[in-house]
């Protein structure tokens, strides 16, 4: 089983950016799928940003066009750059890693199987 191992959250102003990063073990990770979610207080967890194998990618709407997702194979890392940030994407940010059951179910897969780091806190003030 995949272990992760997030960093790079923190402390922001409304309208700045971080880059969060996700550094997995295990010598099969480029075959992963692989997500974040976030969890803010008193709300369930949502998937934010996703990535395949291949670098598909799949973005909550509430995200699109202000946060990326990236993956480094070579490395065994999976990166999410958030941009323009809003007081609402303050939140517990998770890394997730599954391998897919079938190409067409790597989302889902995600959700329902995933690996989970232990996450890391953005805040972003007003």
């Known amino acids: 089983q995949v272990q992760l191992v997030e960093s790079g959250g923190g402390l922001v102003q409304a309208g700045g950016s971080l880059r969060l990063s996700c550094a997995a073990s295990?010598?099969?990770?480029?075959?992963?799928?692989m997500g974040w979610y976030r969890q803010a207080p008193g709300e369930q967890r949502e998937l934010v940003a996703a990535?395949?194998?291949?670098?598909?990618?799949n973005y909550a709407d509430s995200v699109k066009g202000r946060f990326t997702i990236s993956r480094d194979n070579a490395k065994n890392m999976v990166y999410l750059q958030m941009n323009s940030l809003k007081p609402e994407d303050t939140a517990v940010y998770y890394c997730?890693?599954?391998?897919?059951?079938?190409?067409?179910?790597?989302?889902?897969?995600?959700?329902?199987?995933?690996?989970w780091g232990q996450g890391t806190q953005v805040t972003v003030s007003s």
């Open positions: 997730v890693a599954a391998l897919p059951l079938d190409a067409s179910t790597w989302l889902a897969d995600l959700h329902n199987y995933g690996s």
């Open positions: 295990g010598s099969i990770f480029s075959i992963y799928a």
């Open positions: 990535i395949t194998s291949s670098g598909g990618t």
